[in-house]
């Protein structure tokens, strides 16, 4: 028992903060209809991480790193938050879509010509849970403290946004600014989980919960206890899964995830639950 807390308790606890914040994020994203957003963001910030390796020589978790993928999410953020209120032709998901179809085939580029591509492949999908250490641990608690303190200073206003996000073209700059800052805020937090769980548990982490949680409930504090409870669930069963089989972490958990998502529809469905406003 010892030893499973030894090897698994940091992984857990990185989990738990994870989790925290992209259940949250993913109730927005949801609301939004912006599913793949995450995806595209973590991909835009891998390009500026292997960029920064090959000009600068910087590692994955180097400062140089952090800022070059942050760089490249600041600007992809400022392009979202523009394309929606200036392109009506077609939706913003088709054109995070686009955007993450060439920011994939650049970063595949990128891997091409680095030292040890596939090793970055290999980091970005799974991460590298079972190797966190405390100086993460800490890091990722005081970012994303940080950031959940100020979504819940800006609590009203994104949420009249994300309320009404497909009812009306937002068009007035403040809106535009909106937008912005939660593109930014939103990779801020992705560009930091991907370096440590992977682009696949980061997106099941944003979507999943948050999907489940729809399923049951309207009200946001009752969708956020399901959250967190899916998400602090599968990540112990998909732990424990992976230290019995000596599997991936990141996989493991997100396949967790996924089996409750199954699991509560189809009780849904049996029970024919419809949650209140």
Not at 147 to 168: D, H, T, V, W
Not at 184 to 194: K, Q, R, Y
Not at 208 to 215: G, H, L, Q, R
Not at 247 to 271: H, K, N, Q, T, Y
Request: charged share 10%; net charge positive.
């Amino acid at each position: 028992m010892f030893q499973i807390v030894q090897i698994l308790g940091l992984p857990f606890l990185a989990c738990i903060i994870m989790s925290s914040i992209l259940g949250y994020l993913g109730i927005h994203v949801l609301k939004r209809e912006v599913i793949f957003i995450d995806i595209a963001l973590a991909q835009i910030a891998v390009i500026g991480s292997i960029a920064a390796h090959l000009l600068f020589e910087a590692p994955g978790d180097s400062p140089i790193a952090y800022t070059c993928s942050f760089g490249c999410v600041l600007l992809a953020s400022a392009f979202y938050a523009l394309v929606r209120s200036r392109i009506f032709q077609i939706s913003l998901e088709a054109v995070i879509g686009i955007s993450y179809a060439i920011a994939a085939a650049a970063a595949l580029f990128l891997v091409g010509i680095a030292p040890g591509g596939h090793i970055h492949i290999q980091h970005i999908l799974s991460g590298s849970l079972l190797w966190t250490g405390w100086k993460q641990i800490v890091t990722s608690l005081i970012v994303f403290s940080v950031i959940g303190c100020s979504f819940y200073l800006i609590r009203k206003p994104m949420a009249e946004i994300s309320n009404n996000y497909q009812k009306n073209t937002i068009k007035d700059l403040k809106a535009v600014s909106w937008d912005f800052i939660f593109y930014v805020l939103l990779g801020v937090v992705i560009t930091l989980s991907v370096q440590v769980g992977g682009i696949v548990v980061v997106f099941a982490y944003l979507i999943i919960p948050a999907t489940i949680s729809e399923i049951f409930a309207r009200r946001l504090s009752m969708q956020l206890a399901i959250i967190w409870t899916a998400a602090i669930t599968a990540s112990l069963g998909g732990l424990l899964f992976a230290y019995k089989f000596d599997f991936s972490i990141g996989p493991s958990i997100a396949l967790f995830l996924g089996c409750e998502l199954i699991l509560v529809s189809l009780v849904a469905r049996f029970m024919q639950f419809n949650p209140k406003p």
